[in-house]
Every structure is written in structure tokens, then in C-alpha cells.
């Protein structure tokens, strides 16, 4: 078991990297962390536990609620919910701890665990790794009295709903058309109910008991992008697999996922909080693009960079009173003031409101965002060989370097739609610029392709290697 580079997370491969003895002592240590079973009192505490839908969910939250039992606890399942519900859920229900089983919002063959504490702010950096530390000593079965599992009833459910709601300010949506796609995310349940609760007229792309896998907020968004055209939407939805990040697309065939959302909501949160005594604070992790944080700013907003990963984030903005979003460009957006963690459903619901509060539609709140160039290429790879996943190694920092090439307002995509393909997606203001990145992303997939031994299945031409050994030849054009 791993914990997650931005020291979020547990994740790994069930059967390979973490198998489910792992989870039950891993959820066995943070009960005992984050406060566990009072023996003093014999009071009895609560844990909520939410999944998404990757193939392991089910096994998973057996393991985990069999653990939280054996360890004294009694257990509220919630179901499939997005983290945020669990985050939220936790609070209100006054539980000791939330836990969501998910891989995150990029890989379904990916297992995981996130928890959070009692007020629902996730669990991160060092509280995690001590968790982790403490994870082969701990043992499940340590009270006679064992918990029981209680599954969620609407009541509970309901309070979730309630909370996104509240964050309409009771605003309607009855003039809206939105498109969305949620099949394969942890928000499914929740998106049409609530959107539609609020007066939207909601087209779902695919129906949501499809087994078909949702689109996550690194995927290619053009089929959405035609849903939306083709229902004449005024705007399109698509969430992530553990439902806390959105990507939003535009009748005129653009996208915004979680930097761009920034600048839309630095837009207006300026403008709404310029009369007032109050300047608004938004927290913006180093990883989203330079132009991020001058761009906020000149929309009258103070904003404050947090350098690290998303632990530091997550410390940082639970930390001041006057933040009223979090933005990191992998885990999402979050509104302190509603949530505790990023949700997409929130970020959906509290956009909806701002193009309310303005009066103004998608396209009119993102003209002064600048329109960026497209380019698109993929990466076919060959039987036999892999490629580590791009966003948890070391490709990271190269693809930052890629980035940089791009003036500061451009970006660099990657995503796996299937195990054989990856997806590049280069965006910026100059199209020479991002011709340029793509044949460098490009080349850096393919520097990077390994087969089982470890040596690279693929090089780059050099003048003392510019003519394949056969070998080579047959293994670069399978």
C-alpha cells in the first residue's frame, strides 16, 4: 500500500500492490488515530463509509466495514456517493470518522482509501503517513464488543442533497438547459436528482445505470462537447470517478476543468465582493499554470499560492476564515464554506449560481479568459509493453517543463482511455507554441514505454542509433 504523491490518499493495485488484509488494518489504524473506540465510556462511535463504482468497491468496503466493526465501531453505509458526501456526512451524522473507498478520479483498476475526521476535512500529510506507519502493527480485532452495520437510510442521503441545495441560494435554474455526462462517477446518484430539484432542464448523455465508464476531468470531453451542441444546451457537466472534480463544456466546443473554473469564479467572487468591506482569499496550489494567479487577482481578489501538494492546500485553507475557494489543478476545487473537500457536484451547483447572480450565460463569464489553440494527438501502445501511470511519477515534473513552454497560459494533457492508447491534449495562445508541445509530449510518451524488463521499447533516432536493429524496428511498429 502507497500513499498518494499529494499525501491524500492510500491507493494501489487490488491483488498487486495492496490486497484488502492491508485495508482492514490500514482502516483499523486510522480508527485508532482519529479518536476509536472510548473504553473508558464504552461509548460507541460511528463511521460513515461511501464507495465509488470501480470493480473493487464492493470487496473493499466488505473488508473495510468488517474491520471497523472488529475494532468496535459501528458502521453507517452510504452506498455509491461521491467523497464529498462523505465528507459532509461525517459532520452532520457526528461520526468519529468518514472513510471513501475510491481509486480517484482517474484510474477504475485503481483501489484506495481517503478518511476524514470527525468535522470532515480529509485526512492528509503527516496525520496520514502516520496512519500508514502504523498500519502493520495495528491489529482489527481489539474489543470483544464488536459494532454493527447500519446501511444509510433517505433521511441520511438526504442531508447531502439538502447541503448542495442550500449552496444554490435557493436560486432556480428554471431558465437553463444543462447536459451532462456522469455514467462511471460516484455522483450519479445525486447529479439529475438535484439539478432537476433546482429547475434545470437536464439531458443525461448516458443513462445512469450504464456500465459505460464515466468521462473523468482528464478525458476527452469532445463527445460532450456534441451532446451539448446536439441538445442545444447552454452548458455541459462531466464528473470524475470519486465525483470531486468537474470539467465543464461550452456550446461553442470549449472546455474548462479546474484552472479554468478558477479565473471563471475569480471573475465573479471580484466583482460581487468589491463593495464590500471583505476581500475575497483564494488559495491556488503551485501546480495550476503562472497566468492562474495574476489573472484572479486583477478580477479583485486577493490570491494566495500555496507551494507543495495538496496536503499543504488542504492545511492551508481550513486554516483562514476569508478563504472562499481552494483550487489545485489535480484534486479539484473546493469551497470552504460549503464543503470541506473538493466536490463536482458543488462546483457545478455553485457555477449554475454565479451565471444566476450575474445574469450572464457560460460563454459571456469565461470572454475574458482567453481562447486557447487545441491540438490532439495519440500515442499507440504496443502488445507488451506499459506505461507507468502518467500522473503519480516522475513524468509529472517533465510535463510541468512541457507546460512552461507554453507562455504560462497553456496546458498539457494526458489520459488513458484505454489500456493500449494514451490521449495528449496540448492547449495554448500560440499555435507554433503548441504544435511544438505536442511533438514533445508526444516523444516523451514513447521515451517513456517499457516493456516487463524494464528497457525501453522505444528510442528515440540519434545519429549513432538512426537505423533500428531489426528487433528494435519490429517493436516500435507493433
Known amino acids: 500500500m502507497k500513499i498518494k504523491k499529494d499525501r491524500s490518499a492510500f491507493y494501489g493495485i487490488l491483488g498487486e500492490t495492496i490486497d484488502i488484509y492491508q485495508a482492514e488494518h490500514a ?30 468497491a464492493d470487496m473493499m468496503t466488505s473488508a473495510v466495514c468488517a474491520a471497523l466493526c472488529a475494532s468496535g465501531a459501528d458502521v453507517i453505509t452510504l452506498g455509491l456517493v461521491p467523497s464529498g458526501a462523505v465528507s459532509c456526512l461525517t459532520s452532520m451524522c457526528e461520526a468519529t470518522m468518514g472513510v471513501m473507498i475510491t481509486g480517484g478520479s482517474f484510474d477504475r483498476n485503481v483501489s484506495g482509501l481517503k478518511f476524514y475526521r470527525k468535522d470532515g476535512r480529509q485526512v492528509t500529510g503527516e496525520l ?22 447500519q446501511q444509510a437510510d433517505a433521511s441520511i442521503i438526504g442531508m447531502y442533497r439538502r447541503n448542495l441545495i442550500d449552496a444554490s441560494g435557493y436560486t432556480m435554474f428554471e431558465s437553463l438547459k444543462v447536459a451532462v455526462e456522469c455514467a462511471g462517477s460516484a455522483s450519479a446518484p445525486f447529479v439529475k436528482d438535484v439539478l432537476k430539484q433546482l429547475g434545470a432542464d437536464v439531458s443525461l448523455m448516458t443513462a445512469i445505470d450504464s ?53 471563471v469564479f475569480g471573475r465573479v467572487y471580484g466583482k460581487a465582493y468589491n463593495n464590500e468591506e471583505m476581500t475575497p482569499v483564494i488559495m491556488v496550489s503551485d501546480n495550476c499554470h503562472i497566468a492562474l494567479a495574476p489573472y484572479i487577482k486583477s478580477m479583485g481578489a486577493e490570491v494566495k499560492t500555496v507551494t507543495g501538494d495538496y496536503s499543504y492546500l488542504a492545511e492551508e485553507y481550513a486554516a483562514y476564515d476569508s478563504v472562499i475557494m481552494a483550487v489545485d489543478r489535480m484534486s479539484g476545487i473546493v469551497f470552504p464554506r460549503r464543503s470541506c473537500v473538493p466536490d463536482g457536484l458543488m462546483t457545478a451547483v455553485m457555477l449554475l449560481n454565479c451565471m444566476n447572480r450575474m445574469g450572464m450565460s457560460i460563454g459571456e463569464l469565461v470572454s475574458e479568459v482567453p481562447k486557447l489553440i487545441r491540438s490532439a494527438t495519440t500515442v ?65 510518451v514513447r521515451d517513456n514505454l517499457r516493456v516487463p524488463d524494464g528497457t525501453p521499447v522505444y528510442r528515440r533516432p540519434t545519429p549513432e542509433n538512426s537505423a533500428p536493429k531489426p528487433a528494435e524496428q519490429s517493436a516500435a511498429g507493433e
Open 27 to 56: 482502516v483499523a489504524a486510522a480508527f485508532a488515530k482519529l479518536g476509536g473506540y472510548s473504553s473508558a465510556t464504552r461509548d460507541r462511535c460511528k463511521v460513515v463509509v461511501g464507495h465509488d463504482d470501480s470493480p473493487a
Open 128 to 149: 496520514l503517513q502516520a496512519i500508514h506507519d502504523a498500519t502493520d502493527a495495528v491489529t482489527c480485532v481489539s474489543h470483544n464488543k464488536l459494532g454493527k452495520i
Open 211 to 263: 456500465d459505460k465508464p464515466g468521462i473523468s476531468a482528464f478525458e476527452n470531453p469532445s463527445a460532450l462537447i456534441d451532446f451539448v451542441r446536439d441538445t442545444e444546451s447552454d452548458i455541459g457537466f462531466a464528473f470524475s470517478a470519486d465525483g470531486e472534480i468537474c470539467i465543464v463544456t461550452l456550446p461553442d466546443g470549449r472546455f474548462l476543468e479546474s484552472e479554468r473554473l478558477a479565473e
Open 380 to 444: 499507440v501502445i504496443p502488445a507488451g509493453a506499459f506505461i507507468p501511470v502518467l500522473r503519480t511519477t516522475d513524468l509529472e515534473e517533465e510535463i510541468r517543463v512541457l507546460r512552461s513552454r507554453l507562455s504560462g497560459d497553456g496546458r498539457v494533457l494526458m489520459y488513458r482511455p484505454e489500456a493500449n492508447r494514451v490521449e495528449i491534449i496540448v492547449e495554448g495562445i500560440k499555435s507554433a507554441q503548441v504544435t511544438d508541445v505536442t511533438e514533445r509530449a508526444e516523444t516523451l
